[in-house]
């Protein structure tokens, strides 16, 4: 499977952005998916997660209620619509898929798309 990343870029605090995940090589709804993010300095960190149907997510709770996962069998693409955002959501945010049901652990994921910049400007 491969994935492509797309839709970062710089917005001000409080804005918007969608980010997108395509998806090629194999079918796309057999996997799950998650999104994911790497801070400078710092861990990569689960943000959202969606089952193979998307009748299933999950998220982070710093972005509970700001974030929306999503996906769309059809078109082999994940979204992640991010409103609210704040300066400390700046980060490299990667799509991941695997096998199974989604998990908030990275190391459980196959296959990595290769990340879209977000940057949060106050």
């Known amino acids: 499977v491969q994935l492509q990343a797309s839709g970062g870029g710089l917005v001000q605090a409080w804005g918007s952005l969608r980010l997108s995940c395509a998806a090629s090589?194999?079918?796309?709804?057999?996997?799950?998916m998650g999104w994911f993010r790497q801070a400078p300095g710092k861990e990569r960190e689960f943000i959202a997660g969606?089952?193979?149907?998307?009748?299933?997510?999950n998220y982070a709770d710093s972005v509970k209620g700001r974030f929306t996962i999503s996906r769309a069998n059809g078109k082999n693409t994940m979204y992640l619509q991010m409103n609210s955002l704040k300066p400390e959501d700046t980060a490299v945010y990667y799509c991941?898929?695997?096998?199974?049901?989604?998990?908030?652990?990275?190391?459980?994921?196959?296959?990595w798309g290769q990340g879209t910049l977000v940057t949060v400007a106050s």
């Open positions: 969606i089952s193979r149907t998307g009748s299933s997510t």
């Open positions: 991941a898929t695997k096998g199974g049901t989604y998990s908030p652990s990275p190391s459980n994921y196959d296959y």
């Open positions: 090589g194999d079918t796309f709804s057999y996997y799950a």
